[in-house]
């Protein structure tokens, strides 16, 4: 009694292990016959087909293959993402770098005697403005 439970246990455990790694693998990969044939072999013998495929159908590397992901990436993941970020993070700082400066300068220049230039020669300075002298 023991015997024949352990058995059908063993055959289920076979036939559910074999199907199941039929199914995950890739179908360029199968050897003999094709994927879907091989499904067929599997439910029609069960323990006969997972033996034949673990012996013929199996592809020979015991690494699997690579996945390659044709789907879009997240942007952690994408380099080209993240070298963008960094130079919009570079060019938004020194945009504020140049306007903190810029505010300086101008407020300098309002606080420099009336009608001449920040200098004190009576010419507009044309350094950062672009008034022309």
């Given at each position: 009694m023991l015997f024949r439970v352990?058995?059908?246990v063993a055959v289920?455990?076979?036939f559910v292990y074999g199907l199941v790694d039929v199914i995950r693998t890739d179908a360029?990969?199968?050897r003999g016959i094709s994927k879907p044939a091989w499904i067929v072999v599997m439910i029609i013998l069960p323990v006969i087909g997972a033996v034949l495929w673990l012996l013929i159908g199996r592809p020979r590397s015991s690494?699997?293959?690579p996945r390659q992901y044709s789907g879009p990436t997240a942007p952690d993941d994408d380099p080209d993402f993240l070298r963008n970020l960094e130079i919009?993070?570079?060019k938004q700082a020194e945009a504020a770098r140049l306007k903190k400066l810029k505010d300086e300068l101008e407020s300098k220049g309002e606080a420099g005697p009336a009608g001449t230039g920040s200098d004190g020669t009576g010419e507009a300075d044309t350094h950062d403005t672009g008034?022309?002298?």
């Open positions: 352990v058995l059908a289920l455990v076979i360029r990969l199968t690494a699997p293959a919009r993070r570079r008034d022309v002298k």
